[in-house]
Structure formats: structure tokens, C-alpha cells
């Protein structure tokens, strides 16, 4: 099976990057063929400072590969060096309808304090997400819950373009985890953890050192109720018991179990020792491969020709269906 994500190299990834997109990535790699991308210019859709993009872009790039990305198995790449994304993301803009485009709540979300004042870009992203995916004939796509829409969109151009100009694209299905598919916000658990939360209080990122990770998680948001239990109606409680079995690997039912009569305080402070056991090692494997930026230039600038010579021969064939070439 071929399989296709993408991360935003913009700030430092949180841990709802890590459980609901590179993890379940980086579990089918194994056996399925899989194609982990540095969508920088995604990134470029609201302003970066070209200084820290580059940095965020060697970062994601060791993040990849510490978390277990394999380049020997896997096809790991950096969107900006195949030109065919830019190439396929125009041609299918002829393709997509104003109308569906203004209907992303994603864009909505992101466009509505700022008015008119954001980039055509950030409006379009949405087709350039699916010339990525439908560049490489991907068949699942791991993603958290936030970007189901855009896979829907994927999926209808990828069918309207097909039923226009005959059978060109294969139609991909996201693969979306149920218990780490949507991480909440520490300090509310009724919006989604977000790299781009104006508080860091918001998120853990993979970087946060031991003692921030206990700061963030002790004033991590929860309510009044006394004991511990398994409850929609409790989501900040929920939220840190599916971050303790994504951490621990023990079934959520079973620490509720476990720390039901030893109360909250209990249970973050051992969430936190927790998770800091999980991210460390973690942390010491990325340093080490942000000390060797040739090794990173490598790995990326190989994957970039591999995913290119495939993007390509797709754009081609794209271009030949839709009577762009004279012969
Ligand atoms: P991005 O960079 O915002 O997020 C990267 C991945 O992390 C997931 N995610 C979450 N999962 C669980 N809980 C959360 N709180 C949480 N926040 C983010 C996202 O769903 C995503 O899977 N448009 C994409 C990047 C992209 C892409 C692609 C993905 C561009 N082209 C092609 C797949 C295939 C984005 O902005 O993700």
C-alpha cells in the first residue's frame, strides 16, 4: 500500500503531531511503502521569518528521522525541491470550485480574525494538499481528525477529475486514529492542541524539557469533579488519560481503574514523569542529528529526487490528459 503524510515545519511539532500524524506514519512503514513529507510550502501560507523556517525545516527533518523514519525504507522528502507539487497544485485550482474552498472550517478558522488580510495562499492550500497526495497514487494518508475535510476535497477532485479526463488518479482514504486523532489543548479542552496557540500552555511540544512538561501538565485544565473516570462529559480528564496510554501504551480503562480513588493530583504528577520518560530519549536522538546537518541535506535532497522522478511522470501524464501537449 502506498502511504503519504505531511507536516507543517512551522514551530516545533507538539505531541498531537507526534501520536495522531508521525507515529501511526512511521508504524506503517514497515510494511507498506511510505512517502513522509516536509511541507514547507504549506508553511509559507501565513508569514515565516526565513531564518527560523530553515531551522524548523532541518528540525522537522530530525524529528523525522529520531522518531523512527527509516530513509532506507521510506521516502522521505521536502515539498519545495519536487516542482511538480506547485506544477499539479495550478492544474488542479482549474479543478476545485470557489464554492468547496470556502467551505474549509480550516481556512475559516484561520481567516476570520484577520479578515481580508490573509494570503490567496492560505485560501488555495487546500488543492495544493491534494496535488500532494494525488501526485504519488497514495492509497492512505494518516492524519489527525483536523484535516479530514481536506482529504474529503482530495477525494472529490481526485473523482471529478478522473470522471472530466479519464482515470488518472487514485481516490486515497486518510487513516485517522480514534484515541490519538484529536489531542485538546492543555489549558482548554475545547479547542485541539495547535503548534500555532498563542499560549504555550496549549500544547507540550517534543522539545519541552522536564520541568516545563510538569508545569504544563499540573495547570493542564480538567473540572470540579471528584474521582477518576472515562467520560465525555469530563474532556480535559479524557484528553490526559488517552496522552497517558499514548505514553504508556496501557489501555485508557485501565488507568482510570488504577488512579480512580488516588485523585488528579496523583494522576498528572505521574503523567508528567511519564511523558518526560517518553520525549527524552526522543529529545537526545534529535540534537544528535541537528549536529550532523550534512547527514540531514542527504537524506532529504535522495528522498527529493526519488519523490520528484514519480511526481513527475504524474504531471506529465496529468498535463497529456488534459490536451497540454501538442503530440
Ligand atoms: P499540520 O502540520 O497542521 O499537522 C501535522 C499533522 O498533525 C495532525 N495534528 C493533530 N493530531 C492530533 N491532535 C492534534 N491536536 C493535532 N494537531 C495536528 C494533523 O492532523 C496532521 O496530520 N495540511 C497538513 C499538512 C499536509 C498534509 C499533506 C498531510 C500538507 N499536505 C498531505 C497529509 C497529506 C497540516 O497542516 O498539518
Redesign the pocket.
Known amino acids: 500500500m502506498r502511504v503519504?503524510?505531511?507536516?507543517?515545519p512551522t514551530n516545533i511539532l507538539h505531541i498531537?503531531?507526534y501520536?495522531?500524524?508521525l507515529k501511526p506514519a512511521i508504524e506503517l512503514q514497515r510494511e507498506d511503502d511510505l512517502f513522509m513529507?516536509i511541507?514547507d510550502l504549506?508553511a509559507i501560507t501565513v508569514p515565516q521569518k526565513p531564518e527560523q523556517l530553515q531551522k524548523n525545516i532541518a528540525f522537522a527533518t530530525a524529528a523525522y528521522l529520531a522518531a523512527g523514519i527509516d530513509p532506507k525504507k521510506a521516502t522521505l522528502f521536502q515539498q519545495s525541491r519536487v516542482p511538480a507539487h506547485a506544477e499539479l497544485g495550478w492544474l488542479l485550482q482549474t479543478v476545485a470550485r470557489m464554492g468547496e474552498l470556502e467551505r474549509m472550517t480550516q481556512f475559516k478558522d484561520k481567516s476570520t480574525a484577520k479578515g481580508q488580510n490573509v494570503s490567496v495562499g492560505l485560501f488555495t492550500y487546500p488543492v495544493l494538499?491534494a496535488a500532494?497526495?494525488l501526485l504519488y497514487d497514495t492509497q492512505a494518508?494518516p492524519?489527525?481528525?483536523?484535516?479530514k475535510q481536506?482529504l474529503e476535497l482530495t477525494r472529490d477532485l481526485a473523482e471529478r477529475f478522473n470522471r472530466d479526463f479519464g482515470q488518472t488518479f487514485v481516490v486515497p482514504k486518510p487513516i485517522i486514529n480514534i484515541a490519538?486523532?484529536?489531542?485538546l489543548a492543555l489549558d482548554n479542552p475545547d479547542i485541539?492542541?495547535?503548534?500555532s496557540a498563542p499560549s504555550p500552555k496549549n500544547y507540550i511540544s517534543l522539545m519541552d524539557d522536564a520541568d516545563t512538561i510538569r508545569k504544563k501538565i499540573k495547570s493542564a485544565v480538567t473540572d470540579s469533579e471528584s474521582g477518576i473516570s472515562i467520560d465525555d462529559a469530563r474532556p480535559g480528564l479524557k484528553n490526559l488519560l488517552a496522552i497517558f496510554h499514548l505514553v504508556t501504551d496501557e489501555p485508557m480503562s485501565e488507568i482510570a481503574t488504577r488512579y480512580e480513588n488516588k485523585g488528579m493530583k496523583n494522576l498528572k504528577e505521574d503523567l508528567a514523569e511519564a511523558l518526560v520518560a517518553h520525549l527524552e530519549p526522543l529529545q537526545k536522538k534529535i540534537n544528535d542529528y541537528l549536529k550532523n546537518p550534512d547527514e540531514l541535506e542527504k537524506v532529504v535532497s535522495d528522498g527529493s529526487l526519488k519523490a520528484a522522478e514519480i511526481a513527475s511522470a504524474k504531471v506529465a501524464r496529468v498535463k497529456e490528459v488534459m490536451g497540454l501537449r501538442l503530440a
Open positions: 503519504l503524510t505531511g507536516i507543517q498531537g503531531n501520536f495522531g500524524a513529507m511541507v504549506h494538499m500532494d497526495i494518508v492524519v489527525g481528525e483536523d484535516q481536506h490519538s486523532g484529536r489531542i485541539k492542541m495547535s503548534k
